[in-house]
């Protein structure tokens, strides 16, 4: 069937929607609205996309380093077949989809008939393409838990061969495709090394810390990797993510995954944005571009006015700061997915408290069951075109140096 308008061959869309389900098919409506919204004429970077990297295990186990640990990798095997054991760290449960209701999520298992490229950058171009996104920044998915493997050695050298796999085979193969490279925060020495061996690389546009961990990001050991990324102008991201199973955990406490959910991905980064904010860490490396990545922005809000109430009657506990908590949390960078639109008025005054025309990028999280079109922000009643237009692209324009 042609579509009249744009002369196009519409595809015929499924009855349901898998894991199975063609991309273009489950963004075929968003699709549409780049059309109907005219988002073409916008630069759309989306700073927070995913893929699934254990459907690709076999070949990042290749690139594994330690022969040792590549080793116990290829043993974790069921009915013949390769499995990703060796990085099983979360207690996040897997239903996710709700007896099959929402796709994708586990991972796409969709067809890709050209093996070349690569099926993940085949998969990326048509989410790429359907949601009118410039540039996209590519995050692994299972690999955000792998913080808390008790085996430190096992996370430098899972996260090494993942790097240098998507560094070889996914990032040349598109220039729309970039990055932020894991850095195995659990061991310092080896975040440098990962800088040194990295931060030239094609598509890498800075590093990423995920924020599941025990690790404060304000002791000393990590000053020489802040001044490292300083220097050469890359910024450090801190991703938000699941973790429900820690026994000792407030979450613990938590009966339903929804609870979990909403509280679990900004806690994450709020522990850590305290401890970076409250220990001067914006004064010490004040050139140094920082963002918290999928936690929403509801949480800001609450940081600004609850850490300047604490800081103004207890200061002599904070003594490296020259200013208010907030107006260090005004000059980071936030990104945009899961926007909470419940209210628009406290919508639109949390986008005052953190000054989102300029710190705000948006993200869609795909292709996770509550991920965000570009749409979500273009209509944002309170927004000017210029915001809408920073939000969109201009702001991580500057930072990653588009």
């Known amino acids: 069937m042609d579509d009249a308008r744009t002369g196009r061959t519409a595809r015929p869309l499924p009855s349901q929607l898998t894991r199975q389900t063609d991309t273009r098919d489950v963004l075929a409506r968003a699709a549409r609205q780049t059309r109907e919204k005219r988002l073409e004429d916008y630069l759309i970077v989306d700073v927070d996309a995913h893929h699934f990297e254990t459907q690709s295990w076999g070949e990042i186990v290749e690139y594994i380093p330690d022969p040792v640990i590549r080793d116990i990798a290829n043993n974790f095997r069921a009915n013949g077949r390769l499995t990703p054991g060796l990085i099983q760290t979360s207690a996040w449960p897997a239903h996710q989809g709700m007896g099959g209701r929402l796709a994708h999520d586990g991972g796409y298992e969709e067809a890709v008939d050209d093996p070349s490229p690569h099926r993940e950058v085949v998969i990326a171009r048509r989410a790429i393409e359907a949601m009118g996104i410039d540039y996209q920044v590519m995050f692994p998915t299972p690999m955000l838990g792998l913080g808390m493997h008790p085996e430190l050695d096992v996370e430098v050298a899972v996260s090494r061969g993942y ?91 938590v009966n339903r995954f929804l609870s979990a959910h909403a509280l679990s991905f900004p806690l994450s980064n709020m522990v850590h944005l305290a401890n970076w904010v409250m220990n001067g860490l914006n004064e010490r490396f004040p050139k140094l571009p920082v963002i918290w990545i999928e936690a929403g922005i509801a949480w800001l809000a609450f940081m600004t006015m609850r850490f300047d109430n604490e800081y103004l009657m207890r200061s002599s506990e904070a003594p490296a700061l020259k200013r208010l908590p907030s107006e260090y949390i005004r000059e980071m960078y936030y990104t945009s997915q899961p926007m909470e639109m419940t209210n628009m008025e406290l919508l639109e005054a949390t986008f005052k408290a953190f000054s989102a025309e300029t710190q705000l990028l948006y993200a869609s999280d795909w292709p996770h069951w509550d991920f965000d079109v570009p749409s979500t922000i273009v209509d944002l009643p309170f927004l000017s075109e210029q915001a809408k237009r920073n939000i969109l692209g201009l702001n991580a324009q500057r930072i990653f140096k588009l």
């Open 163 to 253: 790097n240098r796999w998507l560094c070889e085979r996914i990032l040349p193969a598109d220039d729309r495709i970039k990055t932020l490279i894991y850095l195995p925060f659990n061991d310092p020495p080896a975040c440098e090394a990962f800088v040194e061996e990295f931060a030239e690389k094609k598509g890498v546009v800075g590093f990423m810390i995920t924020s599941v961990r025990y690790r404060p990001v304000h002791h000393n050991s990590y000053m020489r990797l802040y001044a490292m990324l300083q220097e050469r102008g890359l910024p450090l991201s801190f991703h938000g993510g699941p973790y429900w199973g820690a026994s000792e955990g407030f979450l613990r406490q």
